[in-house]
């Protein structure tokens, strides 16, 4: 079993920047592939970034691009998002999630495929 608790999110305004915490227990293997997501109010849940665990590998969605990092501190299992030059629609909660490596490859497009997801940490950005 595997439990992820995200820390860091609140309210900023638009260019403030803000760092997200996803702390993993459990079983995490290397090459786990772990993501974040985030959900706008009355909004599907969106793939925002991912990584694989152990790996430099990284992947971001068109939106975010340039704007937020994910990396990853392995000797305190925690993944970590920075969010820079913030905007209002980056306003969601956000998710922490992972998908072990053997059920195939880190596909942010596909949320469905993550088993294990964090209680989310709401990100507000006001204009």
């Known amino acids: 079993q595997v439990q992820l608790v995200e820390s860091g999110g609140g309210s900023v305004q638009a260019g403030g920047s803000l760092r997200l915490s996803c702390a993993g227990f459990?079983?995490?293997?290397?090459?786990?592939?772990v993501a974040w997501f985030r959900q706008p109010p009355g909004q599907e849940r969106e793939g925002v970034a991912g990584?694989?665990?152990?790996?430099?590998?990284?992947y971001y969605a068109d939106s975010v691009k340039g704007r937020f990092t994910i990396s990853q501190d392995i000797a305190k299992s925690t993944l970590y998002l920075q969010m820079n030059s913030l905007k209002p629609e980056d306003t969601a909660m956000y998710y922490c999630?992972?998908?072990?490596?053997?059920?195939?490859?880190?596909?942010?497009?596909?949320?469905?495929?993550?088993?294990?997801w964090g209680q989310g940490t709401q990100v507000t950005v006001s204009s």
């Open positions: 999630a992972l998908r072990h490596t053997w059920y195939g490859p880190c596909n942010l497009l596909a949320p469905s495929d993550f088993p294990y």
């Open positions: 459990g079983n995490i293997y290397d090459r786990d592939c």
């Open positions: 990584t694989l665990i152990g790996a430099s590998t990284t």
